[in-house]
Every structure is written in C-alpha cells, then in structure tokens.
C-alpha cells in the first residue's frame, strides 16, 4: 500500500458521500487526474496578478521600508510555502480535496465542517478584496455610477464564469494572461520614468508609525500570514495532478508558488506605489490608461475570483452533504456568488490589513495543524494510520487530534490578535497559533494513543451492547 494511499479500496461499500460533479465529496480516482503540475501551477500562479498584492504591498512598505518587507515577506512565504507542500503532495497521493484531507487529518468526519467553512469563508473574504478593487476602478472613471448596483454586477458575473469547474477556470487562466502582462509592462515603463529621486531598495519611513507592536519585519509577516488559506487552496487544484507526480507538484504549488507568486508581486506593487505615488491600483491604472485600465483591472480581479468562488462552492458543497443537502457543486456556484454579493456590500477592501491580521490566526491554526498531523503523527511518528480513511463509515464523528490542536490554538492566537496583550501581543498572535497548532497534534495523539483516526466495524459503543446483552 502506498504511503498515503485513501480509504477507497480499503472498502467495500460504496462512500455514503456519494460522487458529485468536480468530485466535491469524494476522492478523484486516478484516470481523473489529468491536470499536469505545471497547469495547476498556471491557475494559482494566476492569483499573482490580484491587484490586492499590489495594494498590500505598497501599504507595507511605506510602513516598513523596503528592506523590512522583503525580509518578512520571503520569510512568511517560506513557512507558508512549507505548509503548503504537505497540503498538496497529500491531495495529488489521495484525490483529497482540503475538506478531505482535513477530515482523514485529524478532525474526523463532522469535525472537518469547522474547517471546510474557515476555507469557505476565507475565499468569500478574498473575493471581497478583489471586488472591492474593481469597484474602485469603475468608481474612479465613472464616479457618479452608484455603488449598491456595482457591488450586486460584480457579485453575480462570476455565476457563468465558475460554472463549469477547475478545467474551464484553468482555461481561463491561460487565456487572459496575454492581456495582464501587456498592462504590466505598460504601468511598468510609466512608473520607470515617473519624476521623483526615491531610492526604492533604500527606501524606510521617516518614522516608526507602530514601534509598540515589535521589530517591523515581524508585523510585516503577520500581514503575509493572512494568506495562509493557499495551502487549504492548493489541495482542491492539487488534487487533480497524477499521483506520480505529487511531489513536483507539492514543490511547484508550495514553497515555489508562495516565493515567486507572492513576493514578486508584493514588491513590483511596492515599487509602483513609490514610483507613482498611490498605493489603490485600481486609481493608477484608470488614471493611466482611462477605460482600457479599468478594463484591465476588471479582467485581472476575475480571473482571481473565480478561483475564490470555486473553492467556497466545494467547500459548501462538502458541509452540506453531511447535513443531507444534496445539490451539485455548480449551484453551489450561484449559493457563494450571493453571499460574495453580501460580502462587497460591507466593503472589506477598507480594511484589508486589519482583517488579514485577525483572519491569518485562525487560517494557521487550521493550516498547521493538519500539517503538523501529515507530517509528526502519520509520516515520523506512526501515529495515523497508513490508510487516509474519509468516509462517514470508517470515521468517527469527531477526531480530539484535530480539534482540540485547532480550539487551543485559536482560543490563545484570536484574544492576543484582538489586543488582549498589547500591540505586541497582537504582532505575536499568530506565532503563537502557529507554534500552538504544531505541537498540539503529537501530544493528543499521543494521549489517545491515535484510536480516533479509523473507526472499526463496531464501535466501542456498539461492542459494550453487545456485551451487555449477552
């Protein structure tokens, strides 16, 4: 048996989940996996054009200086790049999607709802970033447009768009990415020759705006850790490359992923936002280039978000069959496109750091968690069982692993975040989580001696009735 080989042939029944369209509740069985690494790494390298990069990076570098950001920037992508790799080398060597490989993970079969709803609302939140950036471009040519009749259009466009599932999104992808590096490159040569005598690689603030939240390359990572979600993210894409080919693929969509996709763009929109004075892009790019601009920033967000909106609908799709809601993953299309629309409505783009700050703890406490359990408990210490089992008949209901790892971590990392220890304390937070979320699971696994990963034919429950009728 393979190293993580799934539960599937290990038995005979067929999976309660059942089989749905993009395989949302069951494992993709090996002939279905015809997405090569380099085409799953062509999707998620598509998330790099999201303009909310861009505007990160230009905020964290007028607030750190540029020598800060790239040191915590690289740093926090080499962790999450780490995380990442376990998440996808997992998925490609099972067909597990994040809810999946959460559920066999340590969590158990109703316990991984908890987390399929953290991804879920973590993507709807992404989504809500990136609308807000086309809004603004929209507002900024055409600012006497109302913005409640914005904010419904770009929720609802993406129904068609994500319809049709990962192959058409990858299609998508590819397709667009002509048109994005051209407008590159463009605001690229205007920002080279913009006036001014700023040294960007020198580049530091007069002064230390939030000195009492600790050493600025440490604040600089706790914004970056706020999209910890890839690593959940790259098992739903990860899932579909050849199981023979899941550590390439683990390395491309992992820590090379997380290096050049997000440090790159982090920096190019730091050095726009110097070079061009303003750190929206969505303003720059429409007072460049007028409606082409706007256009341009429209198609550059809907590639990201239709991403986002098919990686909630699996995920919803995932909690509702457990909860005896049976609809396919493309209604669950139209279900989180509504909910996004709700989610522009309150304008999260306004705050984007402070949410990543908050956010970023309970995504790694989840993150890290079943990447301490694929790592400590099941491949170094034996402690999971060689099987990755999934379905409702081999699982308890809940896993203590999982979720008590996830409970510590978020009960210590979301106080601190919210300042219960002082600006410091909330520059610390998700450290804590992280820390809290590595160590928890070998400990309780430990403790339960790994009884909860696999349940047997008859429950101990069932075993003590037997008993007692005899």
Known sequence: MSEYSNGTAASAAPDNDGEYDEYSNSPVPESAKTIGPLSIFGVLFGMSTALIWFSLGAQLVHAFGTVNFLIGATSSALIIGAATFLW?????????????VTRASGFGYFGSTVTALVLATNCVLYFGFEGGIMINAMKALFPTVPVLPLQI?????????????????SLTMWITLPVVAVFLVLVAIHAANAPGDIDFWAYAP?????????????????AMFGVAGIGAQSA??????PSKRATVGGVLVGPVFCLVSYVTPLLFGAWLGIQLGESDPAIYFVGLFGVWGMLFV??????INVSNIYTAAVQLASVASRLGIRLARSWWVVITSLICVAVLVSDLYSHVTVVLGVWGVIVLSWVFTVA???LINRKLLGLAPAVAYHSKRDLYPA?????????TAVTVGLPLS???????GSTLAPFCAIAIAVITPPIVATVTKGRYYHRPTKSPVELLADKTSV
């Open 88 to 100: 996808a080398r997992f998925a490609s060597r099972t067909g597990f999607n994040s809810d999946l």
């Open 153 to 169: 259009a770009f929720g609802l466009m993406f129904i068609p768009l994500t319809w049709f599932g990962a192959r058409f999104i």
């Open 206 to 222: 007069e002064t230390v705006q939030f000195a009492a939240a600790g050493p600025a390359i440490a604040q600089v990572m706790v």
């Open 236 to 241: 739903d894409f990860g899932r579909f490359i």
């Open 298 to 303: 429209i198609i550059t967000q809907a590639r």
């Open 372 to 374: 301490s359990d694929l």
């Open 399 to 407: 896993n203590p692993v999982g979720l008590i790892s996830l409970g």
């Open 418 to 424: 919210f300042g219960a220890g002082g600006p410091l």
